[in-house]
């Protein structure tokens, strides 16, 4: 196991167009997050998965985006009609979730440019 | 709700020793801090639990005042390696981490 991954690592789509990014967290982490970081900002929080529920999504997170993840093991993040404002890099996150309190080990993330 | 942190960057020569503070207006049931560099995932460096408890690398250290909200990441003679962008993350509730903006720190040999 190599890590967290993330597909694709860049991603060019015309305003309006659907995208669908993928996650594959550690095998066996039971918790998966999904973060967006812009340029010169710490990634911010979108949504939380125990195991295939979805816990928790931000605020931030309109309707134009859903995440799943079926069966608990890889996500897919998908964005509809994308906005220039959605440009940003698209980072996954995962953790063992033992306790409360575990390190959550980061994948490379998806850069997405809405032109 | 987002933690601020200090200073925004600072440059160090190889062996000097820097400080990154990390302060909240909420209070906090942990902090955990991360490195980042440039076209790379964020790094896990360490935990700071309520009551004391640390998880992390052997040659990172930092503190938790809970009664300040505050938490510091102590580098001590710095390596080439340690540039990046340093992260804070905030626990507040709810397993989310909120990040502060980064400190960006360059090593110069």
């Known amino acids: 196991d190599t890590g967290v991954s993330q597909n694709p690592r860049h991603k060019i789509t015309k305003r309006g167009q659907n995208v669908t990014f993928r996650c594959d967290p550690i095998?066996?982490?039971?918790?998966l997050y999904w973060y967006r970081q812009t340029l010169g900002q710490g990634p911010e929080f979108l949504t939380y998965f125990q195991n295939e529920a979805q816990l928790e999504k931000s605020r931030l997170l309109s309707d134009r985006f859903s995440a799943e993840r079926p069966k608990g093991s890889f996500s897919t993040l998908e964005i509809q009609r994308t906005e220039q404002g959605d440009s940003a890099m698209y980072l996954c996150?995962?953790?063992?979730?033992?306790?409360?309190?575990?390190?959550?080990?980061f994948g490379q993330g998806t850069r997405l440019t809405v032109v | 709700q987002q933690p601020v942190q200090s200073p925004q960057a600072v440059i160090l020569r190889e062996g000097e020793d820097a400080v990154i503070n990390c302060s909240s207006s909420?209070?906090?049931?942990?902090v955990h801090w991360y490195r980042q560099k440039h076209g790379e995932a964020p790094v896990f460096l360490m935990i700071?639990?309520?009551?004391?408890e640390q998880k992390g690398h052997e040659k990172i250290s930092a503190s938790f005042n809970e009664k300040k909200q505050q938490s510091s990441l102590y580098l001590t003679a710095s390596q080439l390696s340690y540039s990046g962008t340093y992260f804070c993350?905030?626990?507040?509730?709810?397993?989310?981490?909120?990040f502060g903006a980064g400190t960006i720190l360059r090593v110069k040999s």
């Open positions: 996150a995962s953790s063992s979730g033992v306790t409360d309190y575990t390190e959550a080990f």
């Open positions: 095998s066996e982490h039971n918790r």
């Open positions: 909420k209070a906090l049931y942990s």
């Open positions: 700071l639990l309520k009551g004391g």
């Open positions: 993350g905030t626990e507040v509730g709810g397993n989310k981490l909120v």
